[in-house]
């Protein structure tokens, strides 16, 4: 059985480059969505990932992205977990 995770990558971004991060996210493994939003958030990206380390590995790369400021990640909790 593969268990996958996910989660969305809430992203900062230097003015401007809002859209360049978001078609730059969608090159990144892992990453199924990226959207340029208004809000708090100038991307959101909706990733999924294997383990910590894999989620670890795709937070790097968000950095390393030129404009990207900072980053906030929900992961998604799955339905029935923790119900009883």
């Not at 969608?26 to 990206?45: C, N, P, W, Y």
Request: charged share 20%.
């Amino acid at each position: 059985m593969v268990f996958v995770v996910e989660a969305y990558l809430c992203v900062n971004c230097v003015g401007g480059m809002t859209w360049e991060i978001a078609d730059e996210a969608l090159k990144i493994e892992g990453v199924k969505m990226a959207h340029a939003v208004t809000g708090q958030f100038d991307v959101i990206a909706y990733i999924k990932f294997a383990n910590m380390d894999k989620l670890r590995e795709i937070i790097e790369k968000f950095m390393s992205l030129n404009g990207v400021q900072r980053t906030q990640t929900a992961v998604v909790i799955p339905r029935g977990l923790g119900q009883q």
